[in-house]
């Protein structure tokens, strides 16, 4: 039996206790066996928006990874010097790791915006998704029937093969991480305490975005 793997991608700048906790959330319930984290190395939709290096960032995620033995870091995706494109890269993962079945998990705020995906239709063939079901972020549970109705068939077709998982409210962003860094604040439950060390070691977020 292939052993399943359950990809969340993201900046990760940084990592924080709300991305362990939905990796905690979709191994439960998905009865996965592992949750990789795989940062991406050139976001295509944070091009025009400043990041921290990429060895940054896959730093703080393995020192992160180290609370849980099913948590790993991918980093398939800077052997890339393109946009980091999901469906390109789990073309690649499955290539490098055929004895694996994975699982792509996605935010529910980002729940809507799937159908515009970068070549959805052929990812949506050859991973499943398992979206994380936020109290604060399931708009779409909640929008109206013509709402719905607007949608296109496929489109439809598309959310439907999402199996949601459910996820506690936690109000915690990378962007507040770096807001706390810059107003000289402790990030004590916001992002594990290595992490914590590992910025203030390098001094990283004190100066704005």
Same mark, same amino acid.
């Given at each position: 039996?292939?052993?399943?793997?359950?990809?969340?991608?993201?900046?990760?700048?940084?990592?924080?206790?709300?991305?362990?906790?939905?990796?905690?959330?979709?191994?439960?319930?998905?009865?996965?066996?592992?949750?990789?984290?795989?940062?991406?190395?050139?976001?295509?939709?944070?091009?025009?928006?400043?990041?921290?290096?990429?060895?940054? #960032?896959?730093?703080?995620?393995?020192?992160?990874?180290?609370?849980?033995?099913?948590?790993?870091?991918?980093?398939?995706?800077? @052997? #890339?010097? +393109?946009?980091?494109?999901?469906?390109? +890269?789990?073309?690649?993962?499955?290539?490098?790791?055929? @004895?694996?079945?994975?699982?792509?998990?996605?935010?529910?705020?980002?729940?809507?915006?799937?159908?515009?995906?970068? #070549?959805?239709?052929?990812?949506?063939?050859?991973?499943?998704?398992?979206?994380?079901? #936020?109290?604060?972020?399931?708009?779409?549970?909640?929008?109206?029937?013509?709402?719905?109705?607007?949608?296109? +068939?496929?489109?439809?077709?598309?959310?439907?093969?999402?199996?949601? +998982?459910?996820?506690?409210?936690? @109000?915690?962003?990378?962007?507040?991480?770096?807001?706390?860094?810059?107003?000289?604040?402790?990030?004590?439950?916001?992002?594990?305490?290595?992490?914590?060390?590992?910025?203030?070691?390098?001094?990283?977020?004190?100066?704005?975005?």
């Amino acid at each position: 039996m292939k052993k399943r793997v359950g990809i969340i991608g993201g900046t990760f700048d940084p990592v924080h206790m709300g991305h362990l906790v939905a990796a905690d959330q979709v191994l439960f319930y998905n009865q996965l066996d592992e949750v990789w984290f795989m940062p991406a190395y050139l976001p295509p939709h944070k091009t025009d928006q400043p990041i921290m290096p990429y060895q940054h #960032r896959v730093a703080m995620l393995e020192l992160a990874a180290e609370l849980k033995p099913e948590y790993k870091v991918c980093t398939i995706e800077s @052997e #890339r010097e +393109t946009p980091s494109y999901t469906y390109e +890269t789990m073309i690649e993962l499955q290539k490098q790791y055929p @004895e694996f079945y994975f699982s792509f998990i996605i935010g529910a705020d980002i729940f809507s915006t799937l159908t515009k995906w970068h #070549r959805i239709n052929e990812l949506i063939e050859i991973v499943d998704f398992i979206g994380l079901d #936020r109290i604060s972020c399931d708009e779409w549970r909640k929008e109206s029937e013509s709402a719905q109705a607007q949608l296109a +068939t496929d489109e439809r077709s598309i959310l439907s093969r999402v199996r949601m +998982t459910p996820m506690p409210q936690l @109000e915690i962003s990378s962007s507040l991480i770096r807001e706390y860094v810059r107003d000289g604040r402790g990030l004590s439950f916001l992002v594990p305490d290595a992490v914590e060390k590992y910025i203030k070691e390098y001094q990283l977020y004190v100066e704005a975005d």
